[in-house]
């Protein structure tokens, strides 16, 4: 086998408790002039203002715009950029969830190229650098700090839509898993499964030869040597602290160990892309209105049951990356099933929605969302088993209906 791979991040990524602290030097070698993205719930923390006032009292002037909503709708993007225009700024300071992260790199986007976000839909539309953007994550899910990617809400279209690039990735990122600790059992739980989901969809990606045109027509160009490694130590981390930092929110390790993991899951799918849990999540997410990371991880377990016919070896090391075979005795084939049992009940554990109907999609929007999800091509080409019409109608059916064993036909 070619050990071909690729790997695009930030030049550099701080992670530690109290890396926070950090942000002053980095931003000074950075500029002096910075934009900060966030929302009005962080906005309103003393930790923030400590942010802010640390930041200032090095000289660097500060403009922040506190408004950013989830999804990231298309038209507060341009409200962000007009409030900055005259400031201008030399860089832009993303601090929150992940729709802060996109907000900060959607604006670095337009403050420096102009037009319209809709300019810049689908991989390879940004025509060159950016303002260069600092990501200081609060959540442990999207791995937006490490990705390429950006993911917008537009009015104009039922469907989320995304930019991908590498001149989108932050210039660096700096995550501090003491910035968690204040985040909900419920969101602690769609972040994390989302993290696994990247990480999962990731390691089971289809594998590409290694044409050397591949990453310079593709951002996402399925699973490789490198983006191996950073999935696996991300579902390690992520089967052995998950549930606990659901159950404790104030247990700093398991703290850690997620946001670790979501990290190392966006360094991993930030190059091998993701597959059919995230296009099935994209129409039952416009259908429903419910979380990102709750759908793909609804999805997760039918598509790996899906998939298990032509990629049950990968879903064997996954089962090992989750400790399920200490004594290594255990076949393929067995460990497989054993690893998509034990995807189920972790997920179970944290108040996942287990089907399609418990999100709340609709019956008779079962055909529009199986169409809708099959036209997502930079996910489905990336599935390890192809799908069509048929295929995509029977596991959207099985994931409404709850049924494992109807997703693997």
């Not at 001149?167 to 989302?194: F, M, N, Q, R, W």
């Not at 190392?264 to 997410?285: D, R």
């Not at 959207?396 to 997703?407: E, H, K, Q, Y």
Request: with cysteine; hydrophobic share 45%.
């Amino acid at each position: 086998m070619s050990l071909f791979a690729v790997l695009r991040l930030p030049r550099e990524i701080l992670f530690g408790a109290g890396q926070r602290h950090a942000l002053v030097s980095v931003a000074g070698r950075t500029g002096r002039r910075a934009l900060v993205c966030t929302d009005a719930r962080f906005a309103a923390t003393p930790v923030f203002a400590e942010m802010m006032t640390s930041l200032e009292s090095a000289g660097i002037a500060v403009l922040v715009y506190d408004q950013t909503l989830p999804d990231v709708p298309r038209d507060t993007v341009g409200v962000c950029v007009e409030a900055a225009r005259g400031f201008a700024p030399d860089m832009v300071i993303g601090i929150g969830g992940g729709s802060c992260l996109d907000m900060a790199k959607c604006a670095s986007l337009l403050l420096t190229h102009g037009g319209g976000l809709g300019d810049y839909y689908g991989e390879f539309k940004v025509p060159g650098p950016v303002l260069p953007v600092i990501a200081v994550p609060t959540t442990a899910g999207t791995g937006s700090e490490v990705t390429p990617v950006a993911v917008i809400s537009d009015p104009d279209r039922t469907l989320k839509v995304g930019i991908s690039s590498p001149y989108l990735i932050a210039a660096a990122a700096i995550c501090d898993p003491e910035l968690t600790l204040s985040c909900p059992k419920g969101l602690t739980a769609v972040a994390g499964a989302d993290a696994l989901t990247h990480a999962i969809e990731a390691f089971t990606a289809m594998r590409r030869p290694g044409d050397p045109e591949l990453a310079q027509q593709h951002v996402f160009i399925g699973k490789s040597d490198l983006s191996d490694q950073f999935a696996l130590h991300a579902i390690r981390l992520l089967g052995r602290s998950l549930e606990k930092a659901f159950a404790d929110g104030s247990d700093i390790e398991a703290r850690a160990d997620v946001m670790m993991g979501a990290l190392a899951a966006g360094c991993a799918f930030g190059t091998a892309g993701t597959a059919a849990a995230h296009a099935v999540q994209y129409p039952v997410g416009a259908a429903t209105h419910t979380a990102h990371g709750l759908g793909v991880a609804t999805m997760l377990p039918y598509v790996m049951t899906y998939n298990r016919r032509v990629a049950s070896a990968e879903i064997a090391v996954v089962g090992r990356a989750l400790g399920l075979d200490p004594e290594g005795g255990a076949d393929d084939e067995t460990l497989a099933d054993a690893a998509i049992s034990e995807v189920s009940r972790l997920f179970a554990a944290i108040g996942i929605s287990p089907t399609l109907a418990a999100l709340g999609l609709p019956e008779d929007r079962l055909d529009w969302t199986a169409e809708q999800a099959l036209g997502i091509g930079r996910l489905i080409k990336n599935n390890p088993r192809s799908l069509d019409s048929a295929s995509m109608g029977g596991l959207v059916r099985a994931a409404f209906d709850g049924d494992l064993a109807a997703s693997a036909l």
